[in-house]
């Protein structure tokens, strides 16, 4: 009689669940792990991923999509097992598609690579049953008898050189999209990678390995970024960190003997199987072919997740066996997963909004100056410019080198006229980092301020030399020109603007002010046109506009955009009295008293308004005087 093949269902049947109900209660479970946050903000890098990313819909969520096309993938290899396990031939169709989907994944994500290689390892040890010791012991005293291990079996060879070739193809096709170059990363991205000493950067990478190990059994301390300084690097075998290297270590030698080595076949393959989609998913995240931009990085472990709950689920079974009170094994494996849920659910919550999740790394990673830059900016966008300052100066506390936090923190003190620390704030900026092009444009703003000219004009163009296509530099620039009365290059400098950006709507406007300021009425209503053209919907330019079509006396046509301006702002109070200027000028005084009156309610300080109403009151009633005599 054939020997059955062991089965996991039978060692924990009190788990046991027909098929539909199984596929019900994880459906449920991942549900209520997710459910808190479907609604939520695109957070962090989702700002550029998705928000500000003009092909989100192909690769603004490669996430995703590299997760999606693991699943086809690996269904579609699921799909010719099943096709073979029912009597019929391998399909070769199906192993296509499996190649398709997972290269497809990898032109959207670098961890591509990986689903082609799981396909392979489940090929090769569910449905060819391959001993990997075996095999290695063959090719080792090059022994004639490898098609009686099942290498070729089933056309194993030609499935995993069809993976093989295709992966190789899109990794080509990736590179020459790319280019050659690698990325460009820091030291405080990934500390360990720019280590001079090599015992340094191989003891801190296994404990980077570890600490992911960690994650993966116990997913309690979690953060959106691990760089600067969140990690301290060991420097020597005295830390006592070293002991996280030691035990890692010694359970993967432990298994890893155990899949090689172990007389049950099938336990063989299951561990194999379970550290084949542990190990291989995390390769390209490992820093050994490569430096990665990351010291952690919680996406690079949710393919070997499958991994360790493979081994998760092996492991318990094994326990299952020899357990005389299985209850309470199963009240153990419950309370885990209750746990898990739990906390899956309050960490989906606090990717609900930037706020939340940035606070909550501030428990995680206190030593992390990116961290608290975050938390300072997302309180400065909110208009908490105190609280902002807090975070800003403890993120250049804990890295004097944050460029950007300087920025930021130099950008705050300008708007609150605290000149003299902007300026050096920037200044140390750009020393540390001299292509730093927006703090060199900062820098030139706060000169202007402080009226020194010729540097704040010697620091724009210092920006624009590191950042060519600069819009909002030329503005600034074209600002401290009009300041110095050198109108011809203001103009220039905020056309340039326009060029490079044009729905620039501040650009556009102080062209059109300058030109209507000096009197150039048909030149400024060209550009006024212009403007709107390219950008109809900005009540600013049309409010522009309508002052200078006034002053040419078009009045309908500077009534109607005035009267469009106050319907997209009708809280402006200079819209209302300009407009009340122009009823004022055109004869229509009852319009004119009735918009002056509204301006004043806005803005009972409106300079020149009130001065105008009184002039107004004077004429209307010297007029009833005269209608009554």
């Given at each position: 009689?054939?020997?059955?093949?062991?089965?996991?269902?039978?060692?924990?049947?009190?788990?046991?669940?027909?098929?539909?109900?199984?596929?019900?209660?994880?459906?449920?479970?991942?549900?209520?792990?997710?459910?808190?946050?479907?609604?939520?903000?695109?957070?962090?890098?989702?700002?550029?991923?998705?928000?500000?990313?003009?092909?989100?819909?192909?690769?603004?969520?490669?996430?995703?999509?590299?997760?999606?096309?693991?699943?086809?993938?690996?269904?579609?290899?699921?799909?010719?097992?099943?096709?073979?396990?029912?009597?019929?031939?391998?399909?070769?169709?199906?192993?296509?598609?499996?190649?398709?989907?997972?290269a497809?994944?990898?032109?959207?994500?670098e961890?591509?690579?990986?689903i082609?290689?799981?396909?392979?390892?489940?090929?090769?040890?569910?449905?060819?049953?391959?001993?990997?010791l075996?095999?290695?012991?063959?090719?080792?005293?090059?022994?004639?008898?490898?098609?009686?291990?099942?290498l070729?079996?089933?056309?194993?060879?030609?499935?995993?050189?069809?993976?093989?070739?295709?992966?190789?193809?899109?990794?080509?096709?990736?590179?020459?999209?790319?280019?050659?170059?690698?990325?460009?990363?820091?030291?405080?991205?990934?500390?360990?990678?720019?280590?001079?000493?090599?015992?340094?950067r191989?003891?801190?990478y296994?404990?980077?390995?570890?600490?992911?190990?960690?994650?993966?059994?116990?997913p309690?301390?979690?953060?959106?970024?691990?760089?600067?300084?969140?990690?301290?690097?060991?420097?020597?075998?005295?830390?006592?960190?070293?002991?996280?290297?030691?035990?890692?270590?010694?359970?993967?030698?432990?298994?890893i003997?155990?899949?090689?080595?172990?007389?049950?076949?099938?336990?063989?393959?299951?561990?194999?199987?379970?550290?084949?989609?542990?190990?291989?998913?995390?390769?390209?995240a490992?820093?050994?072919?490569?430096?990665?931009?990351?010291?952690?990085?919680?996406?690079?472990?949710?393919?070997?997740?499958?991994?360790y709950c493979?081994?998760?689920?092996?492991?318990?079974?094994?326990?299952?066996?020899?357990?005389?009170?299985?209850?309470?094994?199963?009240?153990?494996?419950?309370?885990?997963l209750?746990?898990?849920?739990?906390?899956?659910?309050?960490?989906?919550?606090?990717?609900?909004?930037?706020?939340?999740?940035?606070?909550?790394?501030?428990?995680?990673?206190?030593?992390?100056?990116?961290?608290?830059?975050?938390?300072?900016?997302?309180?400065?966008?909110?208009?908490?410019?105190?609280?902002?300052?807090?975070?800003?100066?403890?993120?250049?506390r804990?890295?004097?080198?944050?460029?950007?936090?300087?920025?930021?923190?130099?950008?705050?003190?300008?708007?609150?006229?605290?000149?003299?620390?902007?300026?050096?704030?920037?200044?140390?900026?750009?020393?540390?980092?001299?292509?730093?092009?927006?703090?060199?444009?900062?820098?030139?703003?706060?000169?202007?301020?402080?009226?020194?000219?010729?540097?704040?004009?010697?620091?724009?163009?210092?920006?624009?030399?590191?950042?060519?296509?600069?819009?909002?530099?030329?503005y600034?620039?074209?600002?401290?020109?009009?300041?110095?009365?050198?109108?011809?290059?203001?103009?220039n400098?905020?056309?340039?603007?326009?060029?490079?950006?044009?729905?620039?709507?501040?650009?556009?406007?102080?062209?059109?002010?300058?030109?209507?300021?000096?009197?150039?009425?048909?030149?400024?209503?060209?550009?006024?046109?212009?403007?709107?053209?390219?950008?109809?919907?900005d009540?600013?330019?049309?409010?522009?506009?309508?002052?200078?079509?006034?002053?040419s006396?078009?009045?309908?046509?500077?009534?109607?955009?005035f009267?469009?301006?106050?319907?997209?702002?009708?809280?402006?109070?200079?819209?209302?009295?300009?407009?009340?200027?122009?009823?004022?000028?055109?004869?229509?005084?009852?319009?004119?008293?009735?918009?002056?009156?509204?301006?004043?309610?806005?803005?009972?300080?409106?300079?020149?308004?009130?001065?105008?109403?009184?002039?107004?009151?004077?004429?209307?009633?010297?007029?009833?005087?005269?209608?009554?005599?």
């Amino acid at each position: 009689m054939a020997q059955t093949e062991p089965n996991l269902d039978h060692d924990i049947s009190w788990f046991h669940l027909p098929s539909y109900w199984a596929k019900m209660v994880v459906a449920l479970i991942s549900f209520l792990c997710f459910a808190n946050s479907y609604d939520g903000d695109f957070v962090f890098d989702d700002s550029e991923a998705i928000i500000n990313n003009k092909v989100a819909g192909i690769v603004g969520r490669a996430d995703l999509l590299c997760a999606l096309f693991f699943l086809l993938s690996f269904l579609g290899y699921c799909k010719a097992f099943r096709e073979n396990k029912e009597g019929h031939n391998f399909s070769i169709f199906w192993v296509l598609v499996s190649v398709i989907l997972g290269a497809v994944a990898m032109l959207c994500k670098e961890q591509g690579i990986t689903i082609l290689g799981l396909n392979a390892v489940f090929d090769a040890l569910v449905i060819n049953k391959l001993n990997v010791l075996e095999l290695i012991q063959k090719l080792l005293h090059k022994d004639k008898s490898l098609e009686n291990i099942g290498l070729l079996r089933k056309g194993l060879l030609f499935r995993i050189t069809l993976l093989m070739s295709g992966g190789a193809s899109i990794l080509y096709i990736r590179w020459r999209i790319m280019g050659t170059g690698p990325p460009a990363f820091t030291e405080v991205d990934n500390p360990a990678s720019f280590a001079d000493s090599l015992f340094v950067r191989a003891i801190n990478y296994n404990y980077y390995y570890s600490l992911n190990a960690w994650l993966l059994l116990c997913p309690w301390w979690l953060c959106f970024d691990w760089s600067m300084g969140c990690i301290p690097l060991i420097k020597s075998v005295s830390d006592w960190r070293i002991i996280a290297l030691a035990a890692l270590w010694f359970c993967l030698i432990g298994l890893i003997c155990q899949a090689l080595c172990s007389e049950d076949s099938h336990k063989r393959r299951i561990l194999t199987l379970g550290l084949g989609f542990l190990i291989i998913p995390f390769l390209p995240a490992s820093n050994l072919f490569f430096r990665v931009g990351f010291v952690i990085a919680e996406r690079v472990i949710y393919l070997p997740s499958i991994g360790y709950c493979i081994l998760f689920t092996y492991g318990f079974s094994l326990l299952s066996k020899q357990a005389k009170k299985k209850k309470i094994l199963a009240v153990a494996v419950l309370g885990i997963l209750v746990i898990n849920v739990m906390r899956c659910a309050l960490r989906s919550s606090q990717w609900r909004s930037e706020e939340q999740l940035f606070r909550s790394a501030l428990s995680v990673c206190p030593l992390n100056a990116k961290v608290h830059y975050n938390v300072g900016k997302n309180l400065a966008d909110k208009g908490n410019q105190t609280a902002a300052i807090k975070y800003y100066r403890e993120a250049v506390r804990l890295n004097p080198k944050y460029v950007h936090a300087m920025n930021n923190l130099g950008n705050i003190l300008k708007e609150r006229n605290e000149l003299q620390e902007a300026e050096e704030l920037l200044s140390l900026a750009v020393q540390i980092q001299p292509d730093f092009a927006a703090a060199w444009m900062n820098l030139g703003i706060v000169q202007n301020s402080l009226r020194r000219f010729e540097e704040a004009e010697q620091s724009y163009w210092t920006a624009i030399k590191h950042r060519k296509k600069y819009p909002d530099c030329y503005y600034n620039l074209g600002r401290l020109y009009a300041d110095l009365n050198r109108h011809i290059d203001a103009l220039n400098a905020w056309r340039n603007a326009t060029v490079l950006k044009p729905e620039h709507s501040l650009a556009w406007n102080n062209m059109i002010i300058l030109l209507d300021n000096t009197g150039n009425l048909a030149q400024a209503e060209a550009v006024g046109r212009e403007a709107l053209g390219l950008i109809p919907n900005d009540h600013s330019l049309m409010f522009s506009l309508a002052n200078v079509l006034g002053k040419s006396q078009k009045y309908k046509e500077s009534e109607a955009l005035f009267l469009k301006a106050i319907k997209a702002n009708p809280n402006a109070a200079s819209y209302h009295g300009n407009l009340a200027v122009l009823y004022h000028r055109w004869g229509n005084l009852d319009l004119a008293k009735k918009h002056y009156e509204v301006s004043l309610k806005l803005d009972p300080m409106a300079p020149g308004t009130k001065e105008n109403y009184n002039l107004l009151r004077r004429k209307l009633e010297q007029l009833q005087k005269k209608g009554g005599a």
